[in-house]
């Protein structure tokens, strides 16, 4: 379990320095909430924010030079913020329940002698049991510090140690100390927080990749682009047959023109899905549908996982669906994000019709300042937005409206 209280992002591309939610060196900001929408014009930062949290989970599966040098980024110099005096940072800030300490997770990344991306600095603090400032439980700059085992210590910032403290050095500078160190199980709270990280489910769906012809391989989750749609949909059916139908059953009252969907064997042992539209007495399967039937099931799919990735982003939803679907889709989103510390969404979207299912807390606009760098603002810090949103006129109405963005 866990989600994401506040996020700051500098010096990554247009993002020079934005900050959403609470932090801990930021306290006046407040908690981000399990639905989290971000707005904006187009070339506001939206892709760049989204590219963001990709960039982070790319480090934890390669290192940060292969994350810089992913074919869409083109390289540390160009991710880099334009004028940059600093590195590119992320300060991340955590609670895995409601009745645990948060922890914040600082990331520098910068070049070397060599000029190839590396980790500067990368650190894990958390606040003791009783009182006082965060203690940190990792340290490492350049890949040489500290760190602690177990659930309690850390070192304060001038120097006194609480538990012990033992001494670590990375064999690779550009890999993160956390996938190492949270690979061992003395390192518990690392273990901890980098579960949490891997667990986040970058979501590029294309109907076309999930048209493609799939083994017969179950697969308990998604994978971005969608394309083991029947893979999942086989590991549901094998794991609980009745659940499946009763998944299922719900999602087909969502998506229109469709009357039943059935799971059908094929001989090769692949299971495939049978979508029954009105008006017609044989079924189609996947690669008949249209591409908004398919993003929407793919949609609907992901939002009944019965073991939910900690943290979803989907970009755009909207694109390829018709505009009458999304006020529903918001709001099945928001119901399956709920209000504890299973699962966070987030999302970008241009679509007011997707924003009118939305509270003020949980839009954030972006825009573009003279000087071509992004800031973000919670709708709800607009005053008259939030007033009017009170009264009951829908917050997709005010966006397109020009009331705010």
């Known amino acids: 379990m866990g989600k994401i209280l506040g996020i700051k992002i500098q010096n990554y591309g247009s993002l020079q320095d934005v900050q959403m939610g609470r932090l801990f060196s930021d306290q006046s900001g407040k908690d981000l909430d399990n639905m989290v929408a971000i707005i904006g014009a187009s070339g506001n930062g939206k892709s760049t924010l989204a590219d963001a949290f990709g960039f982070i989970s790319d480090c934890l599966s390669t290192d940060v030079e292969s994350a810089c040098d992913a074919s869409h980024r083109g390289g540390y110099d160009q991710l880099i913020s334009q004028g940059a005096e600093g590195s590119i940072h992320f300060e991340i800030y955590y609670r895995e329940t409601s009745n645990a300490r948060p922890i914040t997770y600082e990331l520098t990344i910068s070049k070397d002698e060599r000029d190839r991306p590396f980790v500067a600095e990368e650190r894990l603090r958390q606040r003791n049991k009783t009182h006082g400032r965060p203690l940190s439980f990792l340290y490492l700059i350049s890949g040489k510090g500290y760190a602690f085992e177990g659930t309690e210590g850390g070192q304060e910032d001038g120097g006194q140690v609480h538990?012990?403290?033992?001494?670590?050095e990375m064999a690779d500078s550009r890999k993160l100390g956390i996938v190492t160190l949270g690979a061992m199980k003395q390192y518990s709270r690392i273990e901890k927080f980098l579960l949490f990280l891997r667990s986040w489910y970058l979501c590029y769906f294309t109907p076309d990749a999930a048209r493609g012809i799939q083994s017969a391989a179950p697969t308990q989750y998604l994978d971005r682009t969608g394309s083991n749609l029947n893979n999942v949909a086989q590991y549901m059916f094998r794991d609980n047959p009745k659940a499946f139908r009763k998944v299922l059953d719900e999602i087909q009252t969502k998506i229109p023109n469709i009357e039943k969907i059935e799971p059908a064997k094929m001989s090769?042992?692949?299971?495939?899905?049978?979508?029954?539209?009105?008006g017609f007495t044989e079924p189609f399967f996947s690669p008949r549908m249209s591409d908004g039937t398919l993003k929407l099931f793919a949609y609907y799919l992901l939002l009944n996982e019965k073991t939910p990735r900690q943290l979803v982003f989907v970009e755009e939803p909207e694109n390829g669906l018709y505009?009458?679907?999304?006020?529903?889709?918001?709001?099945?989103?928001?119901?399956?994000?709920?209000?504890?510390?299973i699962k966070q969404l987030f999302v970008t979207t241009h679509s007011p019709f997707f924003v009118n299912a939305l509270a003020p807390k949980q839009v954030w606009v972006l825009e573009k300042e003279p000087d071509g760098f992004s800031t973000i603002k919670r709708a709800s810090d607009y005053d008259a937005v939030r007033e009017l949103a009170e009264e009951g006129v829908p917050l997709g109405d005010l966006w397109y409206s020009d009331y705010f963005g």
Request: aromatic share 8%; proline share 0%; net charge positive.
């Open 163 to 168: 538990g012990e403290k033992k001494e670590v």
């Open 268 to 278: 090769n042992g692949q299971m495939v899905l049978e979508f029954l539209q009105k």
């Open 323 to 341: 505009h009458k679907y999304l006020a529903r889709l918001a709001i099945e989103m928001k119901k399956s994000a709920g209000t504890g510390y």
